[in-house]
């Protein structure tokens, strides 16, 4: 059995005290919170906006300072804890290896600009998970080096968990990255992928995450499948990695956004074997299941904390999440959208869906579809303000803040991903 090795001692009486409080506050925590009232109020500003004529100025104000936290962090006495857990001390650098990335962002898009991503932190992400792949769960052939190189995972989760304490948390989150990753492309997509035979294939790869209880005559057989291909092997190591930290509500949580995820894929596979393209408003709801979703999720596990379960759970924190995740999404349709016209048939994404449904150009309904993005956006934002106004806790403050910093550190990937993405010549 692998093993990732004990996590520094300092950072497990971090955790532990967070793990108490949480416990502690869990059950009075759901009743403090009135997220009812946060949940179903009057629509709140945007932060960004500055207070306008339908807003009182007070309740303007209270959003925009729970927001600022979420994207800021809390500040005051004794909230030092709450930014971010106990760190390793990354050594000094020379300049040059911290030079900003390439890409553009696509005009127009609503989006938080993020700080470069600690260049020793990428390095040092971008080696193991590469000797993982290679010589843990034998990923990928030769040829396909290049591309696991060019999806520059290692940047991308330093990028989305600023907040993580040590590396070996961030390579909880790029471990299951890459094996999600894995499955899209061999079981869905390019790399062998189709929607024949996709549901079969996608449960049995589920039971690595959720395991088969069976009787003792057929569980050596199933044992023996999830060393089958890659994505099982990938699926398998993973979550294996995950479960030596993650509690058995996050846990439970993470394989809940899988189901949903996988869900996702299957109605996504069975359109494309019909040639069926959906309404705008149908497809928004096939790609709220097909979503990155089971990512800003696990940010409390990779942050080295808890949120409960019966705050996880709460409406106001569901559409938070929700929202968020169909914003990170949009965004990958959108910086994706000139490779998929260029893949062979037809790939849906949400310019390609309003351009047919509501018959409108290629152009309009791309700048469409970055109306669409964001709404979204800002309705998380509105609603996460809200949440963390309505419930201040520190766990939930630091989830949505997680959220929040997952949601933009997505957005820089795409954009300085110049090796997957470009932008189409609408401008
Ligand atoms: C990492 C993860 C949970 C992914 C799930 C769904 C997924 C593959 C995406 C949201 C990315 O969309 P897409 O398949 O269109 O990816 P590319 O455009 O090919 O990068
Ligand atoms: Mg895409």
Redesign the pocket.
Known sequence: MPNPGPFPPQLSLSAAALHFGTTALSDSAARACDVKAAASGPPVSSVPVPPSADVPASEAETADAALERILRGPSGLGTTSLHLALREEPPALPESRAAPAEGNPIPGLYYHPVAEPDPVRVEEVSRRIKAWALEEVDLYPEEWEEQFDGFSVGRYMVACHPDAPTVDHLMLATRL?VA??AV?DCY??DHGGSPIGLGGRLLLAHTALDPLHTTKEYQPQWAESLHSDAPRRAYRSAMEYFLQEASPSQADRFRHDMAR?HM??LAEAAWAQTEHVPEVWAYLAM?QF??????PTITDTVGGYELPADLHAQPAMQRAIALAGNA??IV??L??YT??LASPGR?L?LPVVIAEREGVSDREAYLKAIEVHNDLMHDFEAEAAALAAACPLPNVQRFLRGVAAWVDGNHYWHQTNTY??SLPDFW
């Open positions: 990255m999600e990753n899209d869905c997509e995820l996702g894929y790609r097909n979503n990155f979703r089971p990512c990170t999404t990958n349709d910086y994706s490779k998929e790939h994404n997957r993405y």
